[in-house]
């Protein structure tokens, strides 16, 4: 580098180290007078001057007013200090005579210049050159000292741009100059503190920035060989922290929190402060805000559903609750206009129910935000149109087109209007029909209805009116056949009287020529089968008399075959089969207790159990069991006897037996006892563990077996 300008602020610091000698030529162009540093060479040249000629005095520097630098006399040669070179001739003449005559003032004036140079000298000598004034050097000739000393003041400051101006300052020098070793040191040092500096940007999230920094360090410093890593591994770094970040956020929309939240913690361990705190809180705000604004969604599509104008208002409401930068934002928006649309439908749907003044509630309330303003006005307009309209006579309908004729062809229900205005033009021919099918029906007989019908029938099925002309058609049809039809009904009431099966059955004939659909349809059906009950009722009840008596006196089985006559379908057949099953479980219980009797007879434990197994069957309100249940305790006693008797040399035969005696026999108590003493028998209990005994302590066997301790004198 040749020429590049410093910052303006370097301050003075210390004068660089000594010994600079390559770029000796270009210490006199510094526009500072500090900026000028004599060699060592000079100062050595400048008091062996002084030694040799004591009269000369040295030249002093001149400090200008504006920049303070030095002004060489031109007898120095542009040497920081000038020497007047000796005269060894005296003077001659008068002059001599003069000095030699006025000796005196001439020697003291000597010795006194004398010891002034030796001041001066020594105070040169002394003093330390004051440090260069940076932003004032000219630096294509500055030297490597200079240029050393501003670039280590630069770099102190720790900037990217003073750290780039220090490195741009010394690199120009050659690799064999005398500082090489204090410049290396400087730029791996300045390097390095770029590269912090750098990381810095990028650990505060400014990529490009770090990047531009860390580009534009010199590729040719040795210690910048890692800055294309370093760069490689920042985008690399980015570049996973960016996927992450945009995996998290694309299953935000489709509400899969858990990944969501496994994918923003990855950006803690991802290398990157920015993504690990700002990113990640961002991100961690935004999956849970959309968590709540999902949840906000669920609401309202639910109120939504349930159709009515108020849960419509109250979704709305909800949506205007999402924030902008929601990820259900856009979502909810969307959602306004089917809102109001769907409201709109319902206030149609109300003003079809000639509910008007609810139709326009509902329509005055969707909100501005649906977008429907226009639609709406234009409904209500239609909707005042139906009140009139509604009321059914030619002027109100006339004065309902009028109403309509002001939605004009620019708004949005035009159509709808014009479509309405001519089904009021049909509906105004329908209500003159009407009115006239009306008035002919009014004398109410047959010939009056049957030419109101006829008149109704011109209005065609798909005018407006069609569906109350059939209405009316209905109606008057019904009448016609009520007078028709009456007669029928009434001989049939007259024929029961006499109520006998022949009477009954010219009744039911009677009301059967009332064909299906007619009005008195249904009527006649209700009475016909009243009358064929009474009917089935007189012919089976012989039948089932005859069963009654026969299950009286005993023959049950005729009793059944009796009852049996009387077919499904028919009056008394549900209550011929309840009394059947009763007589046949009476039949049932007759048989299990004949064959319980048979069967004791074998008077064997099996025998007996099964006896009172059959018997057990007889119901507890049947008559039998006065004679089952002490039959069924004889049998236990007979069974427990047989268990004993086992027991004596068999217990485990005497329990089998005993437990054949069920719950119903007064043996089972005694049963139960006789098998519980035989288990033990069976199952004696284990013996107790004999106590231990102490050494000292004889046992029985000792104790028998002991002989009293005789003394052996006696």
């Known amino acids: 580098m040749s020429d590049r300008s410093m910052p303006e602020d370097w301050s003075v610091s210390q004068p660089p180290a000594k010994g600079d000698n390559s770029d000796r030529s270009h210490t006199q162009h510094s526009v500072d007078s500090s900026a000028q540093y004599p060699t060592d060479r000079e100062l050595s040249q400048y008091l062996s001057q002084q030694r040799h000629n004591s009269e000369v005095m040295p030249q002093s520097p001149s400090n200008s007013s504006q920049s303070g630098s030095v002004s060489p006399s031109p007898a120095t040669d542009g040497k920081l200090w000038s020497s007047v070179p000796p005269s060894g001739e005296p003077p001659t003449g008068v002059g001599r005579r003069r000095w030699w005559k006025h000796w005196m003032p001439w020697a003291a004036l000597a010795a006194l210049g004398a010891n002034g140079v030796a001041i001066v000298a020594m105070t040169m000598l002394f003093k330390l050159p004051s440090a260069p004034n940076c ?71 400014q990529l490009s920035e770090a990047i531009a920094i860390a580009s534009d360090i010199p590729s040719d410093i040795s210690t910048a060989t890692t800055v294309p890593t370093q760069i490689e591994k920042w985008k690399s770094i980015w570049a996973e922290a960016e996927k992450i ?83 259900f934002y856009q979502k909810a928006q969307a959602l306004i206009p089917d809102i109001g649309r769907k409201m709109l439908d319902l206030a149609q749907e109300t003003l079809d129910k000639r509910d008007v003044d609810k139709a326009v509630e509902v329509a005055s309330q969707i909100p501005a935000v649906a977008k429907l303003e226009t639609e709406v006005q234009d409904f209500i307009v239609l909707a005042e149109a139906h009140r009139s309209a509604f009321v059914g006579t030619v002027s109100s309908i006339e004065a ?116 299906e659909g007619r009005a008195l349809y249904g009527e006649a059906r209700k009475r016909i089968r009243n009358w064929t009950r009474q009917i089935q009722t007189i012919e089976d009840q012989p039948f089932l008399d005859q069963a009654r008596d026969l299950a009286n006196n005993g023959n049950l089985p005729a009793a059944i075959a009796a009852a049996g006559q009387i077919g499904a379908g028919r009056a008394l057949h549900e209550t011929a089969q309840a009394e059947v099953k009763e007589w046949q479980t009476q039949l049932q219980a007759e048989q299990d207790w004949r064959e319980a009797q048979q069967v004791a007879l074998q008077n064997t434990p099996d025998a007996l159990a099964q006896a009172i197994r059959l018997a057990d069957r007889v119901p507890n309100s049947n008559s039998l069991r006065l004679d089952v249940n002490p039959a069924i305790n004889n049998w236990g006693d007979r069974l ?11 217990p485990q035969a005497g329990i089998d037996i005993a437990r054949k005696i069920p719950r119903s026999s007064s043996a089972y108590g005694a049963a139960q006892s006789q098998i519980g003493e035989w288990q033990r028998i069976l199952n004696p209990p284990p013996p107790e563990p004999l106590p231990s005994l102490d050494s000292t302590t004889p046992s029985p066997t000792n104790l028998e077996n002991s002989e009293p301790n005789v003394d052996s004198n006696n």
């Open 135 to 205: 932003p004032a050097i000219f630096w294509p000739l500055a030297s490597g000292t200079v240029r050393l000393h501003c670039a280590q003041v630069a770099a102190a400051k720790r900037t990217v741009p003073d750290l780039m101006a220090a490195i741009a300052l010394v690199k120009p020098l050659p690799q064999n100059h005398p500082l090489s070793q204090e410049i290396d040191q400087g730029l791996a040092e300045w390097t390095q503190e770029l590269l912090a500096l750098a990381e810095e940007k990028f650990q505060a999230g």
């Open 245 to 327: 970040y945009a995996e998290a956020e694309s299953q935000i929309p489709k509400e899969n929190w858990y990944r969501a939240s496994m994918a923003a913690v990855r950006l803690l361990n991802v290398g990157n402060n920015y993504w690990a705190n700002t990113k990640y809180e961002e991100l961690k705000y935004a999956i849970a805000t959309a968590r709540e604004d999902g949840g906000r969604l669920g609401k309202i599509q639910n109120l939504v559903n349930r159709g009515r104008a108020d849960d419509f208002l109250a979704a709305i409401q909800q949506i205007q609750a999402i924030e902008a930068g929601s990820y």
């Open 640 to 650: 427990l006897r047989l268990a004993q008797d086992q027991g004596t040399y068999n």
């Open 400 to 515: 309902a087109i009028a109403e309509a004729q002001k939605i004009g062809l620019d708004r949005p229900l035009y159509y709808k209007a014009q479509d309405t205005i001519a089904r009021w033009q049909l509906e105004i021919e329908d209500v003159q029909h009407l009115a006239k099918a009306r008035n002919l029906a009014q004398p109410g007989a047959v010939t009056d209805l049957n030419a109101a019908i006829a008149e109704a029938l011109m209005i065609p099925d798909s005018n407006p009116r069609a569906a109350e002309a059939k209405r009316e058609i209905d109606g008057w049809r019904r009448r016609i056949q009520t007078f028709e039809d009456q007669p029928y009904l009434n001989r049939a009431d007259e024929l029961v009287v006499e109520g006998d099966v022949v009477a009954l059955q010219a009744a039911v004939d009677e009301a059967s020529k009332i064909g």
